[in-house]
């Protein structure tokens, strides 16, 4: 008995059809030079019936087929606590990253799942520091994030452990993204937090080692280490610092100048957001 | 996980202050870098490859089952191309009482062991049996005691002696072959050999420390008391190289490198302690009702902090603080050391 009230998919499997690409591999090596970061887009108040909302896009890889990452978030409140709440003499933070079904090259289901659940927790740490949160007692933010388009795209190939290593991208994405939306929403904060990741690469060609800003996984051959640090600029401060991977114990790639890199690279991303919030400002007045 | 501590902001004030001081005095007397006693044993599951249990000195208690499946490899053709999906023969489930199992401090916990563990990309050589067969590793950790505090260095501890005392059956059928095993456990080998030559050497399970800075002392192993008056805590996964003991038999455990494999700051539960109120803007202890005064009061308490007033901690933490950290738990002969070798002397049952 077929089911009439739902639209299904077709009843036997259907494989994708995979075109030949005559493109070299030369196009997906990183161009930039090692201490740039891509170019960012970044607008916030694009919700209007969130009280804080921002819209971060990355640019695309050098190719043809590359993908940027696309990141949307809104903020909520602050606003009352349900009568069902416990007292708290604090904002109470709760942040929520959820990737859209469609952004992975695996499709994602609609439930949160474990890795989502650990960014959120992630992202939490990173905001938590960097908001005055004993001016809103009695109240609740909600930090929404939601990963629209992830960075592999479907040509990509399946067999690179890249997804590990893109989770650093999708969180110091996460963490500028929201840290644009609290500022649109006019939370108080001790500083504009942002978020910047370096990784200890090696490629191809001799298989030589460098630490590269704003790494693409899939651009290097391998990454051995990676760090992902969410920074206040103004306070020199880091709110939140997640490392991971292994580092030779020779020479001079340590963990400090990959921090450095990291911090490094947030400032630069720093930089983009308070170009984005004094063009708001400028805008409302003129 | 947001843990309730009942402290009033006095009782922070004091407990702030005197762990500030340098050397730090600890509510239960230890040194900074001191941990709390434990006990350990393994081999306490029969059912299992290897189990652990370790039982803090404050009444926390953790047991860690491992258990091994066979598992056909699923693209036997590409030789390097399973090699990147490794990460997915370990499977993890941390139990905490009183928390759902998909609570987000669990699963950031599990996340946080995990991570640590494959970092190096050595358990999974040691997983695999041929190029069409893998051991699927299950690592099942179960706090059995009501988190008292924060659990991560228990449960990691827990973990590592777990995995140390696994064994996998000895292998007999040879290459590509359906695997065939010896089915005399006395002969199974372990997973992480402890004697023997180059089998020895290599990498061993990692193990995970909790480390708070609370002012400009760093304190080892916090109980809960001391992570609520935490300016920062942070979570540093270490593994121990070892290297091959062949010639210069002479050295005496020496063929030990500490690397660092993972760092993860973990939101100290002091951003949720209620603020004190200074006595001179509190109306009920001074009892003059005098509003223009008060309210300045209460303007510069708000950008001042006063000594013994409490006021949770704002913003996050400087780089040279958590190069510190990271530099007393790398330290030769520091605390990673002395707990590893405590954990060396735990009989493999």
Redesign the interface.
Known sequence: MADRRRINGPGGSTLPPVYDETESDAASLRQRAPDAIRPLYLKTGVTPSASGSAYLEIEPREGKHGSGMKLACTVHGPRSLPRSAPF???MVLSTHVKFAPFATKQRRGYLRD??E??L???L??AL???M???RWPKSGVDVVVTIIEGESTRQDAV???VE?WDAMNVLGGCITVASAAIADAGIDC??T?SGGVAALVADKNGGELSMVLDPVALEHESVLAACCV???PN?????????????P?TGTHN??TL?AKA?QASRGVHGLISASLSEVIENSQG | MAQQTLLSPAELAYLHSSLSLSPPIRPDGRTSKQFRPLTAETGILPGTNGSARVCLADGTEAIVGVKAEIEKTA?PL?D??????E?EWLEMTVEIPGLRD?D??T??L??LLR??LL???ELAKKLWINRRFHWRLYLDILLISPPLSYPLPLLSLTTHLALLATRLPRLKSEGDEDPMFDDDWEAAPFLYPRQGGAAAAGSRPSITLLVVAVGDSILFDPSKEELAVADSA?AVSLCE?RRERGQSSMEVDSGR?L?????????PPS??T??GVPSTANLAASGTADVPLQQKQQQTSDEVPQEGVWK?P??????AV??SI?QAVLEKGGVADEVLDGLEGVDLA
């Open positions: 708290s003499p604090y474990s890795s659940k650990d959120s927790t992630l939490e740490t938590r520091g960097a005055i949160a004993d067999e690179r452990r590990e001790v500083d937090v969410a920074y206040l306070r020199d401060e880091v709110t939140n610092l997640w490392f991971k991977g292994q580092l114990s963990y400090q921090v911090v | 693209d590409g390097d191309g399973e090699r990147y999906r990460g998909d987000a401090g699963v950031f599990a996340e991570e640590a970092a190096d990309g942070l190289v490198e690397r660092l494999v993972a760092m993860r700051t973990i939101d951003r949720l209620p603020p949770a704002l913003g996050g933490t400087p780089f958590l190069d990271i």
